[in-house]
């Protein structure tokens, strides 16, 4: 009986004890929609040169190469290379490289990314960042971590131009990404609240700029 009771009591303490258990990164999304008194292809037109992101105002000066000469995908080939596979090709008998561009933003910071897919048709394009310089280093848990220009990992994104049904256009830009610190217990600097916030004000201030870019306002 003794036994019983002991084991009763084991198990009651087990139910009201809470167990922490350290967690790592979990991914987080994005999404910004905007909507813009132009018609489609007036905002596509803006947006549609992979290489050209001068309606976003963090960005002052960007580089590109091997921009799509058709709407397709970023593809890995039988020799784990990444290849540009226009609607129709062969991963295996295409040469051309996936675009790629390089931005420089106004803090002196560079973000590298590559297109992952494009379509004119449906007037989208999604990518992924590449590489980020460093803004700068701090000592957490004992080890050197780097301030990436963008506080995120893993980065993706896709940005589109739909019909309003209005006479007007609505973007969506969306991206999906892990905070810049892929550990538990990250520092103030890398927690996804963070990078949250970093992603969405740029979104939010980038679709404002080609609103009224768009609007010649």
Not at 93 to 106: D, Q
Not at 150 to 168: C, F, H, Q, R, T
Not at 175 to 191: K, Q, S, V
Not at 208 to 217: H, P, T, V, Y
Request: net charge positive; proline share 3%; glycine share 6%.
């Amino acid at each position: 009986m003794k036994k019983v009771l002991r084991l009763i009591v084991l198990a009651s303490l087990m139910i009201s004890t809470p167990i922490v258990f350290g967690h790592g990164p979990v991914r987080q999304k994005v999404v910004e929609k905007v909507q813009i008194n132009a018609a489609t292809d007036v905002v596509w037109n803006l947006l549609k040169n992979f290489g050209d992101m001068s309606w976003l105002p963090a960005v002052t000066s960007s580089n590109s190469a091997n921009l799509p000469a058709s709407d397709g995908a970023c593809k890995e080939n039988a020799s784990n290379e990444r290849v540009w596979v226009g609607k129709g090709e062969d991963a295996e008998s295409v040469t051309a490289e996936c675009a790629t561009r390089s931005l420089s933003l106004g803090n002196g910071q560079t973000i590298k990314e590559v297109i992952k897919k494009y379509s004119s048709k449906k007037m989208l394009y999604s990518y992924k960042i590449r590489e980020m310089s460093t803004i700068k280093t701090i000592t957490h848990s004992g080890e050197e971590v780097a301030i990436k220009a963008l506080p995120v990992s893993n980065y993706s994104a896709i940005i589109m131009v739909k019909d309003n049904k209005e006479g007007g256009s609505q973007v969506i830009w969306k991206a999906g990404f892990y905070r810049g610190y892929m550990n538990n217990n990250p520092p103030a600097e890398l927690t996804e609240k963070v990078a949250v916030e970093a992603v969405s004000a740029v979104f939010k201030q980038g679709l404002a700029s080609l609103k009224n870019i768009a609007e010649g306002k």
